[in-house]
């Protein structure tokens, strides 16, 4: 069946630092790939997404490209801020499928 | 402001009740769906509404059901309550076959 794994976490930055949050899924045929994003307290919200191989789907400063040669779908930010402090969940959404496979989750905090 | 709404957010039963989740989604979004988050996991699709039928299922038990209102609101109902089903209860809106932008905040279930 899909599934969608990501980085072990907790991840742990300072303010201004680069950030990588790995994400790898399985998948036939040809998935879409979504970042949600968890804000303490909140619902989760759609920060970034990409519907088919090298698509790089962007927002708020963070990038994630489609590479379906390595099934992945890394999440990147250049400076972090401590706003970016979350739980970030990677997830892919068959064609035609009307669910949603989400990772485990990966929790960021950044400290000032 | 995301929209969707959740009620109550906080629930405590045992094991063997019965328990209705509610959802009022945003406006003009026709399609409800309700995941379940256990701690530390990522969400699992448990099922979605159109138009106020049942439009897709994962992998849950017929003791989950749901219904969805003309307004587009949606219950979650639960029955025969196991411990295992104390979780995040997540809804999400969007409009006709669309991935979510938005969940609600969710119900946190406990089954003691």
Same mark, same amino acid.
């Given at each position: 069946?899909?599934?969608?794994?990501?980085?072990?976490?907790?991840?742990?930055?300072?303010?201004?630092?680069?950030?990588?949050?790995?994400?790898?899924?399985?998948?036939?045929?040809?998935?879409?790939?979504?970042?949600?994003?968890?804000?303490?307290? $909140?619902? *989760?919200?759609?920060? *970034?997404? /990409?519907?088919?191989?090298?698509?790089? &789907?962007?927002?708020?400063?963070? $990038? /994630?490209?489609?590479?379906? $040669?390595?099934?992945?779908?890394?999440? $990147?930010?250049?400076?972090?801020?401590?706003?970016?402090? /979350?739980?970030?969940?990677?997830?892919?959404?068959?064609? &035609?499928?009307?669910? *949603?496979?989400?990772?485990?989750?990966?929790?960021?905090?950044?400290?000032? | 402001?995301?929209? @969707?709404?959740?009620?109550?957010?906080?629930?405590?039963?045992?094991?063997?009740?019965? +328990?209705?989740?509610?959802?009022?989604?945003?406006?003009?979004?026709?399609? @409800? #769906?309700?995941?379940?988050?256990?701690?530390?996991?990522?969400?699992?699709?448990?099922?979605?509404?159109?138009?106020?039928?049942?439009?897709?299922?994962?992998?849950?038990?017929?003791?989950?059901?749901?219904?969805?209102?003309?307004?587009?609101?949606?219950?979650?109902? @639960?029955?025969?309550?196991?411990? %295992? %089903?104390?979780?995040?209860?997540?809804?999400? #809106?969007?409009? #006709?076959?669309? @991935?979510?932008?938005?969940?609600?905040?969710?119900?946190?279930?406990? +089954?003691?």
């Amino acid at each position: 069946g899909n599934s969608v794994t990501q980085m072990e976490g907790p991840v742990t930055l300072s303010e201004e630092a680069f950030l990588t949050i790995n994400c790898t899924y399985t998948a036939t045929g040809y998935p879409s790939l979504f970042w949600y994003v968890q804000y303490p307290g $909140e619902g *989760l919200q759609l920060l *970034l997404k /990409a519907t088919k191989a090298d698509d790089k &789907g962007s927002n708020k400063g963070f $990038e /994630a490209t489609y590479r379906k $040669e390595t099934t992945s779908f890394h999440l $990147e930010k250049g400076s972090v801020q401590v706003s970016d402090s /979350a739980v970030y969940f990677c997830a892919l959404n068959d064609q &035609g499928a009307q669910k *949603l496979v989400f990772g485990q989750g990966t929790r960021l905090t950044i400290n000032p | 402001e995301t929209g @969707v709404t959740q009620s109550p957010t906080h629930l405590i039963k045992t094991r063997g009740q019965q +328990v209705t989740l509610r959802c009022s989604s945003q406006s003009g979004h026709n399609t @409800v #769906s309700w995941y379940q988050q256990a701690l530390g996991q990522g969400p699992q699709f448990i099922f979605q509404y159109y138009r106020e039928e049942e439009n897709g299922r994962g992998n849950f038990p017929p003791r989950f059901s749901g219904l969805q209102f003309p307004n587009y609101s949606s219950e979650l109902n @639960v029955n025969a309550l196991e411990l %295992d %089903d104390s979780a995040l209860y997540l809804c999400a #809106s969007s409009s #006709s076959y669309r @991935v979510p932008a938005y969940f609600g905040p969710g119900t946190r279930l406990t +089954v003691l």
